[in-house]
């Protein structure tokens, strides 16, 4: 018997990471112009982007059915195997409510669902976390509700160049997306309590607000777990991507930077240009510090 980590989508992870820790990935279905995508597989960003300049159109995410997950749980534990499985916050999509329901339909004792109450590498933060505890020969239960515990300490925040995307989405009104245009505002979000919301507001040329945007993060959330911190965008200029990792780097002492490249979920909220650091703010308290 061994435990296994499972997750959706939108967890940002890249391929590298997903084999380097045998972590199974569940994909979300994208719907974009009346055709059907499976994230993370035969759809990318610039997909997203191109299609949203041609067409002013954001692609349909799809949550995961509940009977798709029924097939995906007895898979994944027909060899006796425990599943820990780590789903996009259920304040923003069904599929993690569709997973409890295959739990309890299946009666599987022996797969645990993690809301991580956030998206991207937020989420992801918590796998590894998870990944940690098994290495260190940790039980199911203890693994489950370690990790459970940590979830309201983690940080996961964007700074995005244009507010296109969040305007097409809802999320913000024409005014607001005008006077962002004419005084050059960059906004920044947070996850918090399971849902996105705005932080706060930069102005001035987008690399330097990247710069402070990092700077403003580690002050405010100042007790990070220093095992690891993630950079994760949407797309993004190589320069900007420096500054970020050297600003990050001259700010903190996190053992390890793991950059990777965020999902249809991301993109499809906040556009092109969008970048942000996220890692756990408790100081390490309730893990292997």
């Known amino acids: 018997m061994s435990i296994r980590i499972t997750s959706d989508s939108s967890v940002d992870l890249s391929k590298e990471?997903?084999?380097?820790?045998?972590?199974?990935?569940?994909?979300?279905?994208?719907?974009m112009n009346d055709t059907e995508y499976l994230d993370g597989i035969n759809i990318n960003n610039q997909m997203i982007i191109e299609n949203f300049k041609k067409n002013g159109t954001l692609p349909k995410t799809s949550a995961v059915s509940v009977e798709r997950y029924k097939e995906f749980f007895s898979e994944q534990t027909k060899n006796g195997d425990y599943i820990i499985h780590f789903s996009i916050s259920s304040l923003m999509s069904c599929s993690c409510d569709n997973a409890y329901r295959a739990k309890s339909e299946l009666n599987a004792n022996n797969v645990a669902i993690i809301d991580g109450q956030n998206l991207s590498t937020g989420t992801a933060l918590l796998m590894l976390y998870a990944n940690d505890l098994i290495e260190k020969g940790?039980?199911?239960?203890?693994?489950?509700?370690?990790?459970?515990?940590?979830?309201?300490?983690?940080?996961?925040?964007f700074i995005i160049d244009k507010l296109n995307f969040l305007h097409k989405g809802g999320r913000c009104s024409s005014i607001q997306l005008l006077g962002a245009n004419i005084f050059n505002i960059k906004p920044s979000i947070e996850v918090k309590d399971g849902k996105m919301g705005m932080a706060k507001k930069y102005r001035g040329p987008f690399i330097k607000v990247c710069e402070s945007y990092v700077k403003d993060t580690l002050t405010k959330f100042n007790r990070p777990d220093l095992t690891r911190c993630f950079i994760t965008y949407s797309t993004i200029s190589e320069e900007v991507l420096n500054l970020v990792k050297q600003t990050l780097e001259e700010n903190s002492n996190f053992k390890e930077i793991l950059i990777t490249q965020a999902g249809a979920t991301v993109t499809s909220h906040c556009g092109e240009n969008t970048i942000g650091i996220l890692y756990i703010n408790d100081g390490g308290e309730n893990g292997l510090n």
Request: charged content about 25%.
């Open 17 to 31: 990471l997903i084999e380097k820790y045998n972590i199974e990935i569940l994909p979300f279905n994208i719907l």
């Open 138 to 157: 940790e039980d199911f239960d203890t693994i489950v509700n370690k990790v459970r515990a940590r979830i309201n300490n983690v940080q996961s925040s």
